[in-house]
Structures are given as C-alpha cells and as structure tokens.
C-alpha cells in the first residue's frame, strides 16, 4: 500500500507563489511517473502537471505552463509543484497522484488547498 500526502497549500495573494510537496510512504518505492491535478468548485478535477519517473519528462497543463514547475527528489520519494504568478483561477484543492505500477494513476492524495485572493 502506497500513502501520499501532500503539504504547502495556503492563502496567497495574486502573483504570489507556493510550493507544494507531496511525499509518498507505504511499502514501495515510486518508480513511475506523478501528477498534479486540482479541482476547483463547482469544476471536474483537471491535470495540473506529470513528471515521469526517471524526472527528465515534463508535462503541463496549457494554463500553468510558464508558471509552474514540477520536479521530483526520488530518494525522498517526493514530488513538488512550484506555483509562480498565481491567478485567482488557480484556487482549488491540489491533488497528488502516482502511478505504481501501472499505466494509469491509482494512488491519490487527499489534497490541500490552495486560495488566491485578487
């Protein structure tokens, strides 16, 4: 069994930034690709970011992309998501996922919130 949990969610100011982490635990190690991915009220949840395992792939989302930045420290078994310039419509609850294992994302975190007041 594979626990993620993410941290570094808060209140900011538009143009400000944060950081989040996400740290996984459990039996395994992460070896696959991780995302980021939000949900906003109201909205389905969306693809944020991915990182593939080795952490030279990157991928974003068309309206991050510029802003945020993923990267992964494999031997802490964490992701990060570095949110820069950040928008009123960034507000949502950030979710964590990996893939372990598998082609498609099956362990999620239970998210932290982000605000951006304008």
């Known amino acids: 069994q594979v626990q993620l949990v993410e941290s570094g969610g808060g209140l900011v100011e538009a143009g400000g930034s944060l950081r989040l982490s996400c740290t996984a635990s459990?039996?395994?190690?992460?070896?696959?690709?991780m995302g980021w991915f939000r949900q906003a009220p109201g909205k389905e949840r969306e693809f944020v970011a991915h990182?593939?395992?080795?952490?030279?792939?990157?991928y974003y989302a068309d309206s991050v992309k510029g802003r945020f930045t993923i990267s992964r420290d494999n031997a802490k078994n964490t992701v990060y998501l570095q949110m820069n310039s950040l928008k009123p419509e960034d507000t949502a609850v950030y979710y964590c996922?990996?893939?372990?294992?598998?082609?498609?994302?099956?362990?999620w975190g239970q998210g932290t919130q982000v605000t951006v007041s304008s």
């Open positions: 996922a990996a893939k372990v294992w598998s082609n498609t994302y099956n362990y």
């Open positions: 990182i593939s395992g080795s952490g030279p792939n990157t």
């Open positions: 459990g039996r395994t190690s992460i070896t696959g690709g």
